[in-house]
């Protein structure tokens, strides 16, 4: 036995050992650098589906928000809008009041006259001020009683 064959088998075996670490270096970096970045996406994705939700709070939070104010003036806006109807219909009786008044100024006649003034206190009158007929006609009389 010739001591050169040993030292070439020693040698090959030096080399494959060799190349088998360098190969299992660069598998083992591979794999590490594989593994962080599966580990960064999933940090990514959770911190993305984190910003998600914290944006959905704001906006539920926001129109609840809207929610309640428009609750809390319903009270106010319904107030509102009677009044607004009221005022319309007081300005519409005022203005047939205002025409009907122009017509009596312009008869002589004493009888269209009294008719006048109790169509005035018993119909129109009530529109604009809310009054009931009754009470307006009790007006009327104790006007006419005691010539006010």
């Known amino acids: 036995m010739t001591p050169i064959p ?7 075996a030096f080399i494959a050992w060799r190349e088998n670490t360098i190969d299992g270096k660069q598998s083992r970096a591979k794999l590490d650098r594989a593994v ?13 589906t984190w910003r998600e939700v914290v944006h959905m709070n704001k906006r539920q939070r926001r129109l609840l928000g809207k929610c309640a104010v428009r ?7 319904v107030a509102f809008a009677t009044w607004r109807d009221n005022a319309r219909e007081a300005s519409r009786a005022q203005s047939v009041m205002a025409k009907v008044a122009s017509r009596f ?20 009158l009530p529109l604009s001020l809310s009054l009931s007929p009754s009470l ?13």
Do not use: D
Not at 36 to 48: D, E, G
Not at 111 to 123: G, H, M, Q
């Open 71 to 77: 609750l809390l003036r319903r009270g106010t806006v």
């Open 136 to 148: 307006c006609l009790s007006l009327y009389l104790h006007r006419v009683r005691y010539k006010l």
């Open 105 to 124: 100024f312009a008869s002589p006649s004493p009888i269209f006259s009294i008719t006048l003034t109790l169509t005035l206190t018993l119909f129109l």
């Open 6 to 12: 040993i030292y070439r088998s020693a040698a090959r």
């Open 36 to 48: 962080r970045l599966w580990t960064r996406v999933s940090k990514v994705a959770a911190f993305n």
